[in-house]
T-cell receptor
């Protein structure tokens, strides 16, 4: 079946530090992969996506590369800011003929301190 | 602007009471979803609907009910059978295929 495994949190970094949040997946088909961000008290916002192997999604300084050989989609940012403090969710979409197509990781909480 | 609107933002339930959470989308998406999020936890799927007048149970459907009479609307009723309803509820929608879900801003439900 399909599943997403995400790095356990919480993660605390100093401002301008390098960020990596690990995400690996299991899928029966050829999924699309996503990273979402959730700020306190809000819904999830799509941060970036990749739809096929070797694609790199990027947005707001965040990047993630779809690695089929390692079934991974790690989130990276070169220099984090206090405003990046949030919960990050890795997700995949793998549409079956019937049934649900979306699967989420458990989320990783990031706190950036000045 | 197209999007998903959840209302109310905060909701309180008394013992033995059913409450209904509203979710409306103007994105013309076929599929809609309800998730429950407990503090510090991930998302758990309650119900989803891929087409009008049809819906399926997710992982934690017990104590909840839904309807999908219109494409743009997917209300969730938290019944009195749900003994631990305090949580943050998120509605989402999507089109078919390898596209992402779009989320509303959530409804926080608490017990009085």
């Amino acid at each position: 079946g399909n599943s997403v495994t995400q790095m356990e949190g919480p993660v605390t970094l100093s401002e301008e530090a390098f960020l990596t949040i690990n995400c690996t997946y299991t899928a029966t088909g050829y999924p699309s992969l996503f990273w979402y961000v959730q700020y306190p008290g809000e819904g999830l916002q799509l941060l970036l996506k990749a739809t096929k192997a070797d694609d790199k999604g990027s947005n707001k300084g965040f990047e993630a590369t779809y690695r089929k050989e390692t079934t991974s989609f790690h989130l990276e940012k070169g220099s984090v800011q206090v405003s990046d403090s949030a919960v990050y969710f890795c997700a995949l979409s793998d549409p079956p003929n019937t049934g649900n197509q979306f699967y989420f990781g458990t989320g990783t909480s990031l706190t950036v301190i000045p | 602007d197209g999007g998903i609107t959840q209302s109310p933002k905060y909701l309180f339930r008394k013992e033995g009471q059913n409450v209904t959470l509203s979710c409306e989308q103007n994105l013309n998406h076929d599929a809609m979803y309800w998730y429950r999020q407990d503090p510090g936890q991930g998302l758990r799927l309650i119900y989803y609907s891929q087409i009008v007048n049809d819906f399926q149970k997710g992982d934690i459907a017990e104590g909840y009910s839904v309807s999908r009479e219109k494409k743009e609307s997917f209300p969730l009723t938290v019944t009195s059978a749900q003994k631990n309803p305090t949580a943050f509820y998120l509605c989402a929608s999507s089109i078919r295929g390898l596209q992402p879900q779009h989320f509303g801003d959530g409804t926080r439900l608490s017990i009085l």
